[in-house]
Structure formats: C-alpha cells, structure tokens
C-alpha cells in the first residue's frame, strides 16, 4: 500500500565523499516525495523535495532523484561536512492524505 | 511566523496520570499532524485533522489516547492513563495542502517520561 522503505539504516562517510540515501514505495499515486533532516534533539526540517514530474532537483550540495517506473527515489550529499551528520527521513504523499514516513538513515560523516 | 508551537517541551510523569500535549499550528495551515517518535518505532503518524476536523486516527495507539482540534489554532492530545511504554517525543506538524504545496513543518517536539 503505502510503506515506504529506506536504506540503509546508517552510512558512515568521510568528510568530501557523498552519501546516497534511497527510498522505495509502492502506491502509483504517490506524487511528492520530500526529504527530512533530524539533528540530535531536534525537529524534523525538510531540505528537498520533489514532485513526480520532476526527474531530477538539486540545491547546492544536495540532489533528489526520482525514479517512478522503478518507484525509487534517492538522496545525494556531496562534499559532506560534519554537519551533515543526522538523522535523514524520505517520505512521499498524493496531495490528498498524510505524509508516509521511511525508517531513517543515521548518517555520520567522520572528519 | 513562530512555526509550530508545542507545549510543554519535557513531562516527567508517573504511570496513572493524564497526560495533556498542546499544539498550535502556523497560521494559515489548514492541516495539523500529531506523531510520536521513539527508536523502535520510528516516526508514527497518530491522527491528522483537516479544518478541525479529525481525518484519520487509526494511529492512535488505544482508547487512552484522545486528541481534539476546538479551532484552527489549537490542538490537544491527551494520554489518560499514562504508561511507561508512551514515553516518546511528540511531534506536532502543519501544512497547507494544495495541488503545489504539501510539506509538513514540524514542531519542537515535547518529549515524554512515564516513570
């Protein structure tokens, strides 16, 4: 229906080299598929998003792609920064209903 | 704009009492979102409101869980009986959902200790 699932779990990098992050649904009118950045203690933010239109969105270091046939979507980090390390969630949406969720990724870039 | 404004910001209670979380949405914000995050469970979505109208809360864990939406500027959600498995961080989010714009801003969170 309308899991998500996100993988891995956690990623370790070093600081410079890129994280990919990727996230796979199964409902065919999911059409909005927005990325969360957790910090320890703090709120969920978002930093991207995409609608199914869209192939493609980057802002700056960050990039989302989309997948609809395969039904993938994936985070791209590149150059990471310490301060990239946090919790990033994946999510998707119809326009109509709530937000569904993945699990998370526990990214720690090591310095 | 504040954002999401969420009171209070820690509870320590003990096992039995009534729990009231508070919320209140970003102006303008026709859709309001309560969610509960531990480490096991990940990021749950409980019930979610529509122009104060609740839409779907068949995340709501069991009857000791109620929440209400009296107007569009504040929400509830109340836990009576607590129990030492409701500890969690409880999220509060709200959106204005359109055919362009559908992201969820996020409260701080109250993070919740049933001892």
């Known amino acids: 229906g309308e899991n998500v699932e996100q993988h891995p779990s956690t990623l370790s990098v070093q600081e410079g080299d890129s994280a990919v992050i990727k996230c796979t649904y199964s409902?065919?009118?999911?059409?909005?598929f927005p990325w969360y950045k957790q910090e320890l203690g703090k709120r969920p933010q978002l930093i991207i998003d995409i609608r199914s239109n869209v192939g493609e969105k980057k802002d700056q270091r960050i990039a989302v792609t989309l997948n609809k046939t395969a039904k993938h979507f994936s985070l791209h980090i590149t150059e990471t920064q310490p301060e990239d390390s946090a919790v990033y969630f994946c999510a998707r949406g119809t326009g109509r209903r709530a937000l569904t969720f993945g699990s998370g990724t526990r990214l720690q870039v090591q310095p | 704009d504040a954002g999401v404004i969420q009171s209070p910001r820690h509870e320590v209670t003990e096992m039995g009492q009534e729990v009231t979380l508070r919320c209140k949405p970003i102006?303008?914000?026709?859709?309001l979102f309560w969610y509960r995050q531990t480490m096991m469970r990940g990021l749950e979505l409980l019930i979610y409101f529509n122009n104060n109208v609740p839409i779907d809360d068949s995340g709501m864990p069991e009857d000791r869980f109620s929440a209400k939406m009296p107007n569009a500027s504040f929400s509830t959600l109340k836990i009576q009986p607590s129990e030492p498995r409701d500890s969690a961080v409880y999220f509060c989010a709200s959106s204005f959902l359109d055919r362009t714009q559908e992201t969820q801003y996020f409260g701080p969170g109250t993070r919740l200790l049933v001892l």
């Open positions: 102006s303008g914000h026709d859709y």
């Open positions: 409902d065919s009118a999911s059409n909005y």
